[in-house]
Protein backbone atom coordinates (compact mmCIF):
# COMPACT_ATOMS: atom_id res chain seq x y z
CA UNK A 1 0.00 0.00 0.00
CA UNK A 2 1.19 3.42 -0.87
CA UNK A 3 2.18 6.36 1.34
CA UNK A 4 -0.70 8.24 1.87
CA UNK A 5 -3.59 5.59 0.89
CA UNK A 6 -5.74 4.67 3.41
CA UNK A 7 -6.09 0.50 3.71
CA UNK A 8 -9.27 -1.23 2.50
CA UNK A 9 -10.47 -4.13 4.65
CA UNK A 10 -14.11 -4.19 2.95
CA UNK A 11 -15.17 -5.46 -0.35
CA UNK A 12 -16.87 -2.65 -1.23
CA UNK A 13 -13.70 -0.88 -0.59
CA UNK A 14 -10.98 -3.07 -2.67
CA UNK A 15 -13.71 -2.34 -5.52
CA UNK A 16 -13.67 1.42 -4.81
CA UNK A 17 -10.05 1.15 -5.32
CA UNK A 18 -10.38 -1.07 -8.05
CA UNK A 19 -12.02 1.91 -10.08
CA UNK A 20 -10.02 4.28 -9.07
CA UNK A 21 -7.01 2.16 -10.75
CA UNK A 22 -8.34 1.46 -13.48
CA UNK A 23 -9.36 5.37 -14.13
CA UNK A 24 -6.03 6.21 -13.94
CA UNK A 25 -4.69 4.02 -16.03
CA UNK A 26 -7.21 5.05 -18.38
CA UNK A 27 -6.43 8.79 -18.00
CA UNK A 28 -2.53 7.81 -18.20
CA UNK A 29 -2.80 6.62 -21.72
CA UNK A 30 -4.24 10.13 -22.97
CA UNK A 31 -2.35 12.75 -20.97
CA UNK A 32 0.56 13.09 -18.27
CA UNK A 33 0.07 12.14 -14.81
CA UNK A 34 0.48 16.03 -13.90
CA UNK A 35 -2.49 16.78 -16.47
CA UNK A 36 -4.76 14.09 -14.32
CA UNK A 37 -6.75 15.69 -12.30
CA UNK A 38 -8.67 14.13 -8.66
CA UNK A 39 -12.03 14.85 -10.64
CA UNK A 40 -11.29 13.67 -13.78
CA UNK A 41 -10.19 9.93 -12.30
CA UNK A 42 -13.62 10.34 -10.02
CA UNK A 43 -15.16 11.18 -13.17
CA UNK A 44 -13.79 8.11 -15.09
CA UNK A 45 -14.24 6.03 -12.56
CA UNK A 46 -18.02 6.81 -11.78
CA UNK A 47 -17.27 7.95 -8.36
CA UNK A 48 -17.57 11.20 -6.19
CA UNK A 49 -14.50 13.39 -5.74
CA UNK A 50 -14.90 13.17 -2.31
CA UNK A 51 -14.45 9.05 -2.37
CA UNK A 52 -11.16 9.05 -3.96
CA UNK A 53 -10.18 11.23 -1.31
CA UNK A 54 -11.86 8.57 1.16
CA UNK A 55 -9.44 6.02 -0.66
CA UNK A 56 -5.98 8.24 -1.11
CA UNK A 57 -4.75 11.46 0.75
CA UNK A 58 -4.31 13.13 -2.23
CA UNK A 59 -3.15 12.69 -6.02
CA UNK A 60 0.52 11.63 -5.20
CA UNK A 61 -0.91 8.96 -3.27
CA UNK A 62 -1.42 7.56 -6.37
CA UNK A 63 2.01 7.85 -7.42
CA UNK A 64 3.05 4.52 -6.33
CA UNK A 65 -0.03 2.91 -7.38
CA UNK A 66 1.00 3.56 -11.18
CA UNK A 67 4.01 0.89 -10.89
CA UNK A 68 1.77 -1.49 -8.84
CA UNK A 69 -0.68 -1.68 -12.03
CA UNK A 70 2.78 -2.11 -14.50
CA UNK A 71 3.72 -5.18 -12.32
CA UNK A 72 0.55 -6.62 -12.22
CA UNK A 73 0.25 -6.04 -15.98
CA UNK A 74 3.96 -7.44 -16.74
CA UNK A 75 2.73 -10.74 -14.53
CA UNK A 76 0.03 -11.12 -15.84
CA UNK A 77 1.64 -11.01 -19.56
CA UNK A 78 4.35 -13.25 -18.91
CA UNK A 79 1.90 -15.80 -17.34
CA UNK A 80 -0.67 -15.64 -20.11
CA UNK A 81 2.37 -15.97 -22.77
CA UNK A 82 4.31 -18.36 -23.63
CA UNK A 83 8.28 -17.29 -23.29
CA UNK A 84 10.98 -16.66 -25.25
CA UNK A 85 11.42 -20.28 -27.56
CA UNK A 86 15.52 -20.18 -28.23
CA UNK A 87 16.33 -23.53 -30.74
CA UNK A 88 19.02 -25.32 -29.31
CA UNK A 89 21.21 -23.99 -32.75
CA UNK A 90 19.87 -20.95 -32.85
CA UNK A 91 23.02 -18.12 -32.56
CA UNK A 92 22.95 -15.53 -29.87
CA UNK A 93 21.92 -12.51 -32.99
CA UNK A 94 18.58 -14.85 -33.61
CA UNK A 95 17.86 -14.60 -29.80
CA UNK A 96 19.00 -10.91 -29.70
CA UNK A 97 16.03 -9.62 -32.00
CA UNK A 98 14.05 -12.18 -30.48
CA UNK A 99 14.27 -10.61 -26.57
CA UNK A 100 14.53 -6.97 -28.31
CA UNK A 101 10.99 -7.55 -30.40
CA UNK A 102 9.14 -8.73 -27.16
CA UNK A 103 10.66 -6.40 -24.73
CA UNK A 104 9.91 -3.43 -26.90
CA UNK A 105 6.12 -5.03 -27.41
CA UNK A 106 5.88 -4.73 -23.91
CA UNK A 107 7.20 -1.66 -23.33
CA UNK A 108 4.86 0.10 -26.39
CA UNK A 109 1.86 -1.39 -24.70
CA UNK A 110 2.90 -0.32 -20.94
CA UNK A 111 4.70 2.88 -22.11
CA UNK A 112 2.13 5.56 -20.29
CA UNK A 113 2.27 3.51 -16.84
CA UNK A 114 6.74 3.11 -17.27
CA UNK A 115 6.92 7.07 -18.10
CA UNK A 116 5.27 7.91 -15.34
CA UNK A 117 6.59 6.26 -12.82
CA UNK A 118 10.24 6.94 -14.13
CA UNK A 119 9.18 10.95 -14.04
CA UNK A 120 8.27 10.57 -10.80
CA UNK A 121 10.90 7.77 -9.27
CA UNK A 122 13.36 10.72 -10.34
CA UNK A 123 11.40 14.22 -9.57
CA UNK A 124 9.72 12.70 -6.90
CA UNK A 125 11.44 9.79 -5.11
CA UNK A 126 9.96 10.46 -1.61
CA UNK A 127 6.52 9.93 -3.29
CA UNK A 128 7.17 6.93 -5.95
CA UNK A 129 9.39 4.59 -4.49
CA UNK A 130 12.46 4.03 -6.38
CA UNK A 131 13.56 1.18 -4.72
CA UNK A 132 10.71 -0.39 -7.42
CA UNK A 133 12.16 1.11 -10.57
CA UNK A 134 15.66 -0.19 -9.10
CA UNK A 135 14.79 -3.75 -8.89
CA UNK A 136 12.76 -3.00 -12.50
CA UNK A 137 15.76 -1.73 -14.15
CA UNK A 138 18.04 -4.80 -12.04
CA UNK A 139 15.55 -7.28 -13.33
CA UNK A 140 16.26 -6.40 -16.84
CA UNK A 141 19.89 -5.84 -16.03
CA UNK A 142 20.10 -9.55 -14.72
CA UNK A 143 18.12 -11.00 -18.04
CA UNK A 144 20.70 -9.77 -20.17
CA UNK A 145 23.33 -10.85 -17.89
CA UNK A 146 21.96 -14.34 -18.47
CA UNK A 147 21.49 -14.12 -22.04
CA UNK A 148 25.66 -13.25 -22.45
CA UNK A 149 26.66 -15.64 -19.56
CA UNK A 150 24.46 -18.35 -21.80
CA UNK A 151 26.15 -16.94 -25.04
CA UNK A 152 29.70 -16.79 -23.84
CA UNK A 153 31.40 -19.16 -26.87
CA UNK A 154 30.02 -16.16 -29.17
CA UNK A 155 31.21 -13.26 -26.87
CA UNK A 156 34.66 -11.66 -28.28
CA UNK A 157 34.68 -9.44 -24.65
CA UNK A 158 36.86 -10.61 -22.16
CA UNK A 159 35.37 -9.04 -19.23
CA UNK A 160 31.56 -10.50 -19.29
CA UNK A 161 31.00 -8.71 -16.04
CA UNK A 162 31.22 -5.13 -17.25
CA UNK A 163 30.24 -6.37 -20.95
CA UNK A 164 26.72 -7.59 -19.42
CA UNK A 165 26.63 -4.15 -16.93
CA UNK A 166 27.60 -1.80 -20.11
CA UNK A 167 24.92 -4.18 -22.40
CA UNK A 168 22.05 -3.02 -19.82
CA UNK A 169 22.71 0.36 -19.75
CA UNK A 170 22.69 0.29 -23.29
CA UNK A 171 19.31 -1.37 -22.97
CA UNK A 172 17.84 0.75 -20.28
CA UNK A 173 18.87 3.91 -22.13
CA UNK A 174 17.15 2.61 -25.60
CA UNK A 175 14.23 1.72 -23.90
CA UNK A 176 13.73 4.84 -21.61
CA UNK A 177 14.31 7.41 -24.60
CA UNK A 178 12.42 5.84 -27.29
CA UNK A 179 10.24 3.82 -25.83
CA UNK A 180 8.80 6.80 -22.89
CA UNK A 181 10.02 10.07 -24.85
CA UNK A 182 9.43 9.07 -28.75
CA UNK A 183 8.54 12.46 -29.30
CA UNK A 184 11.58 14.26 -27.94
CA UNK A 185 15.04 14.59 -28.61
CA UNK A 186 17.18 12.26 -28.73
CA UNK A 187 14.78 9.29 -30.00
CA UNK A 188 13.13 12.16 -32.81
CA UNK A 189 16.49 11.37 -34.73
CA UNK A 190 15.74 8.11 -35.66
CA UNK A 191 12.12 7.87 -37.05
CA UNK A 192 11.52 3.93 -37.19
CA UNK A 193 9.90 1.80 -34.38
CA UNK A 194 7.67 -1.65 -33.80
CA UNK A 195 10.20 -4.34 -35.27
CA UNK A 196 12.76 -2.32 -37.27
CA UNK A 197 13.53 -0.50 -34.30
CA UNK A 198 14.47 -3.67 -32.35
CA UNK A 199 16.30 -5.16 -34.84
CA UNK A 200 18.51 -2.32 -35.37
CA UNK A 201 19.08 -2.02 -31.48
CA UNK A 202 19.78 -5.75 -31.38
CA UNK A 203 22.27 -5.82 -34.71
CA UNK A 204 24.12 -3.07 -33.00
CA UNK A 205 24.41 -4.79 -29.74
CA UNK A 206 25.45 -8.01 -31.33
CA UNK A 207 28.44 -5.94 -32.93
CA UNK A 208 29.18 -5.06 -29.64
CA UNK A 209 29.46 -8.67 -28.19
CA UNK A 210 31.04 -9.58 -31.14
CA UNK A 211 33.79 -7.40 -31.07
CA UNK A 212 37.00 -7.97 -29.88
CA UNK A 213 38.91 -5.93 -27.33
CA UNK A 214 41.84 -4.55 -27.97
CA UNK A 215 45.17 -5.87 -26.30
Known amino acids: MSQG ?3 AYQDRSRQTREKIVAALDDALREKSFDQVSVAEIAQRADIAVGTVYRRFENKDALIPVILEIYQKRLEAWVAGESGIEIEPDEDLRAVLRKIMRKSWAICAREAHLLRAVHLYSRLKPDLADSEDWKQYEQASAQSIAAVINHY ?5 RKNLKRTSAFAAYMFNSFFIEKGLYPE ?3 ATLFPYSGKT ?3 EFADMLYAYLRL ?3 K
Open 212 to 214: PEE
Open 184 to 186: EAP
Open 152 to 156: ASQVK
Open 197 to 199: LAD
Open 5 to 7: EKP
